[in-house]
């Protein structure tokens, strides 16, 4: 049994997009997060780095159930990605982590 998952996607930008990357993302991407209803706690979050010709930014989102999360990435992560490409060729580059909590 697992607590509350979090689901970290890192988005790497050139910055000369960025605006547009933004704009998909809201419309686009938080979209297919919210769609099936399994996400909640929805954070866009700036990801300081020391590149200067990129800016970095993390979608994160909970889900209860490891198993819906999987299911949920099976069917979309690919499309998602595809569209990302193809959208936006290698301006921007996105990596996904399944992140748990884990008492100290």
């Known amino acids: 049994m697992y607590d509350m998952i979090l689901l970290n996607t890192t988005y790497v930008v050139n910055n000369d997009i960025e605006s547009q990357f933004l704009d998909y993302l809201r419309k686009e991407i938080v979209a297919d997060f919210r769609g099936d209803g399994i996400f909640s706690n929805l954070k866009l979050r ?3 780095t020391d590149d200067d010709s990129t800016v ?3 979608l994160q989102s909970e889900c209860d159930d490891m198993d819906k999360l999987e299911k949920w990435m099976m069917l979309n ?3 998602m990605a595809l569209r990302l490409r193809q959208k936006f060729g290698t301006s921007v580059l996105s ?3 399944v992140l748990e909590d884990v008492d100290i």
Do not use: E, P
């Open 46 to 48: 700036l990801v300081y």
């Open 56 to 58: 970095n930014y993390c």
């Open 77 to 79: 992560s690919k499309g």
């Open 95 to 97: 990596f996904a982590t």
